[in-house]
């Protein structure tokens, strides 16, 4: 079941819990089951059915550019991170 890091600001969600095991064999499917078990998630994760704009989502130390549809494994680390922008132009 892949094993998925919280970020600090959802942790209230969580009940504190840095890291949770859910099922998925997508991050969509794992963003539904975490939904199931700490209800708001999603919606401070996704909007209109996509990540929110701030969000990227990084699958066994890769960010990834296929966000809901990435594909997961059994044994797959997700981690949800916070994009940055910006920088010197």
Known sequence: MP????????RDLTGGQ?????PGKTVRQVIENLE??????????CQDERLRP???VAVDGEISTLGLRQGLQEAS???FLPAI????T
């Open 18 to 22: 840095q890291t949770v095991h859910v």
């Open 36 to 45: 199931a078990n700490f209800p708001g998630l999603k919606a401070r994760l």
């Open 3 to 10: 094993q998925v890091w919280i970020p600090a600001l959802l």
């Open 54 to 56: 701030s969000i990227l």
């Open 77 to 79: 680390e997700v981690h």
């Open 85 to 88: 922008r910006g920088g010197a």
